[in-house]
């Protein structure tokens, strides 16, 4: 769901009219398209390892724009896309067309309750360090904090951690997994919503109307910890955030190895504070494409004329995404000397280390400040 909504939002910003979202199954709402073949074709290739080094992120400005001037056949997102940034707006597109609710599904946590998400399943065994379990003292604080009835629904496996919750809330509600779609639906149609550490879980919170999600940055949901991943909606007033230090899950039997460090070692933070986490970041390979100039790039680089000669402006925008950003290659030429001449403030920051190239410090504040890169650019202004 993730990497449709993110090609969804691809294609929105390209509004070319015979565009299509190809190689899509997502069951859960009968969504289904058939792949095709990209024999004889050239096209872009977002990979994985560049996602996945993007927090998830899709850099939809730059690709955008180089779609419209290199007209690949096709873009491939190989990605998993987990970025709350990569996803329009529900200002933009109806996700209740998208992503219809089940009619037929009508029972849901209500005003007086607070649906407490459960994952179960396969990940109790440890298959993935990052599917952390939630100390029970965590849903004892919300449940205290709220006055709701609480309501344990999902993957009730019998296991020592469930043990403990029901001996913990006596008065619980225990609410067994009622299969895939009634358990999206019933998170999602809930007022209250403590999340699982659970991408299923996330989305279902996420789509919901809910009055107020109580959010575990913890596992996944921590970029600290998955930092392939970023699903902090932090201008979704409907989110309240607490942060958990970084702790890997134990197969369930030994559940009590990393729960126990973690009971009440977790705090609430800000909206404001959390933001500030991700301030003052070094450029990323999405920072880099949004500047990524194909002409300069050539010019800069003439041991790739050959390939670029037989595959044009797609060669190279895929050769930076592949390699060139990671041997350090520049995505459009800067006139160092001219620019540390012009701007000598900015070389100050840059000494400073505050910013580790004068290009870091262009892409991140010269741009947006209106600085020119090099004199041509002055000649041409005056012009």
Not at 106 to 121: K, L, P, Q, Y
Not at 139 to 149: M, P, S, V
Not at 273 to 288: A, I, W, Y
Not at 303 to 318: T, V
């Amino acid at each position: 769901m993730m990497m449709y909504l993110t090609a969804l939002n691809l294609s929105r910003k390209l509004n070319i009219p015979s565009s299509q979202i190809r190689n899509v199954h997502i069951p859960l709402f009968e969504i289904e398209s058939s792949d095709f073949s990209m024999e004889n074709l050239n096209g872009i290739y977002d990979r994985e390892k560049n996602n996945s080094s993007l927090c998830g992120l899709f850099p939809i400005n730059g690709y955008t724009r180089l779609i419209k001037s290199s007209r690949p056949d096709f873009i491939n997102l190989e990605g998993f896309y987990q970025n709350i940034n990569n996803f329009p707006l529900s200002s933009e597109i109806n996700y209740a067309s998208i992503f219809p609710e089940n009619s037929r599904n009508t029972d849901h946590g209500g005003d007086d309750d607070i649906v407490i998400n459960i994952r179960g399943g396969e990940v109790l065994n440890a298959i993935h360090p990052h599917y952390t379990l939630i100390p029970s003292e965590f849903y004892a604080h919300i449940i205290e904090k709220t006055g709701k009835n609480p309501i344990f629904y999902g993957q009730l496996d019998d296991t020592p951690y469930l043990t403990e919750l029901k001996e913990k809330f006596p008065h619980a509600t225990f609410i067994a997994s009622r299969g895939i779609k009634e358990d999206f639906d019933y998170i999602r149609k809930s007022s209250f919503i403590i999340p699982a550490i659970s991408t299923f879980s996330w989305m279902a919170a996420w789509l919901s109307n809910a009055k107020k999600i109580f959010f575990p940055i913890a596992g996944i949901f921590s970029p600290q910890q998955h930092p392939s991943s970023m699903l902090l909606p932090l201008n979704d007033n409907r989110y309240e955030f607490y942060i958990f230090p970084i702790y890997f899950c134990q197969p369930v039997n030994k559940y009590k190895d990393y729960i126990d460090p973690v009971r009440n070692n977790w705090q609430f933070i800000s909206k404001n504070k959390l933001s500030r986490l991700f301030e003052n970041k070094p450029s990323t390979l999405g920072d880099e494409i949004d500047f990524f100039v194909p002409e300069e790039y050539i010019e800069m680089y003439p041991d790739l004329k050959g390939a670029y000669n037989e595959f044009g402006k797609k060669y190279l925008i895929n050769h930076f995404c592949d390699y060139g950003f990671y041997e350090g290659r520049k995505p459009l030429h800067l006139d160092e000397v001219f620019y540390s001449t012009i701007y000598p403030n900015a070389a100050l920051e840059v000494a400073l280390g505050n910013y580790k190239s004068l290009l870091e410090y262009y892409i991140k504040t010269g741009f947006s400040s209106g600085h020119y890169r090099n004199r041509k650019q002055i000649i041409c202004s005056d012009l």
